[in-house]
């Protein structure tokens, strides 16, 4: 398991992150996303730990705050070294029937890390991220809001989650003209065949050296293996009950084609072969993964072991590569000259005879 640092910070994050989603079940959509109580979370925390992630990352409304209050009861019944863990969590989602329990003001910030902390039963947040973008609230009283708890102690790095890249650099333009803590990560959707976050969000991660971790790796189970042109999954499974995220199924469906074939010389799952592809990219910090089941986190944690080669990315890419939009067909056209006198100029001197 190797470990990367969380953008332009000194904070190293496993490759693979525990997801949390499937903890605690519910009412709605979390009924369909999973169930587990106390001890098979457990179980899967401790899976986690032995196999080095040291990363995980749940949210105040996942499970109407089950998730949370499952773990951090897991971290203290399997007796975790609070250094050994870095804890991510997230606020903006509805918590209560009021007007302002929801949202990025200052009043549904500092109102919900303090709910965050009682339930994980931690003194501090490490990476605590703003879940969604509030129209409703000036940026510079969020970026005021998330600052305030850096430097109160209650966080240590904060981040964003589902915001366009515009918003981000106007949220860090803030938090450099002030002096205050600004995002340190992206939390995205993003799979070999959902690519749509390289067209912006990328080229900005890149840019202004933020990380990026990456939620629903597996398109919601569609990369699972168990879906494709002629397979549509067992009653009741994931993708069948919940439909989600949003997916363009005719490329996921050739995705899954190239990944078959690749699989089965590598002699692993089409999921492991997915998410494999997510390790390759250089701008990807760290991959969520979520299970309800220790033999399915097995099978994702295998994927770290999976080697791509140079013709395997180049077949993937070529596959699932995004349709020509402008700018970006203007943007590659206009600047291939002067990327060619960059690689020039960077191009080692020949030896001297």
């Not at 971290?75 to 969590?89: E, G, H, M, S, Y």
């Not at 039963?121 to 600052?147: K, M, S």
């Not at 002629?230 to 439909?243: A, I, K, L, Y």
């Not at 309800?292 to 013709?311: I, M, P």
């Amino acid at each position: 398991m190797r470990h990367h640092p969380l953008g332009r910070t000194g904070l190293f994050v496993s490759e693979l992150c525990l997801g949390t989603m499937t903890f605690g079940g519910g009412e709605g959509i979390w009924s369909k996303i999973g169930a587990l109580q106390q001890a098979d979370a457990e179980r899967l925390l401790g899976q986690a730990f032995d196999a080095g992630i040291n990363f995980v990352d749940t949210a105040d409304v996942y499970s109407g705050g089950l998730s949370e209050q499952i773990t951090g009861q897991a971290l203290k019944n399997l007796k975790v070294p609070r250094d050994n863990v870095v804890v991510a969590t997230k606020v903006f989602g509805e918590t209560g029937t009021g007007p302002n329990a929801r949202g990025t003001s200052r009043h549904h910030i500092l109102d919900g890390v303090k709910a965050s902390l009682k339930r994980l039963q931690l003194d501090h947040i490490d990476l605590y991220q703003v879940h969604g973008f509030d129209p409703a609230t000036p940026l510079e009283e969020t970026v005021r809001a998330l600052d305030q708890l850096v430097r109160h102690g209650h966080v240590r790095y904060v981040g964003v989650s589902n915001w366009a890249a515009w918003q981000i650099v106007k949220a860090l333009g803030i938090a450099e003209r002030l002096g205050l803590s600004r995002f340190e990560s992206l939390q995205a959707y993003y799979t070999v065949a959902g690519r749509d976050l390289e067209r912006e969000l990328i080229p900005m991660l890149r840019s202004e050296g933020l990380g990026l971790m990456v939620w629903s790796p597996l398109a919601g189970g569609l990369l699972s293996g168990k879906y494709g042109r002629e397979q549509q999954g067992e009653e009741g499974s994931r993708r069948t009950s919940f439909d989600f995220p949003p997916v363009n199924k005719e490329r996921a469906y050739d995705c899954i084609d190239a990944m078959r074939p690749i699989a089965q010389a590598h002699g692993v799952s089409v999921a492991q072969v997915a998410l494999a592809w997510l390790l390759h990219q250089p701008q990807v910090t760290s991959v969520i993964v979520g299970a309800k089941r220790a033999e399915q986190l097995a099978d994702n944690l295998a994927a770290t072991q999976v080697a791509l080669s140079a013709a395997e990315l180049q077949q993937l890419d070529e596959t699932s590569r995004l349709p020509a939009e402008y700018p970006g067909w203007m943007l590659e056209r206009q600047g291939e000259h002067r990327r060619k006198q960059i690689a020039e100029a960077q191009r080692p001197r020949a030896d001297s005879a």
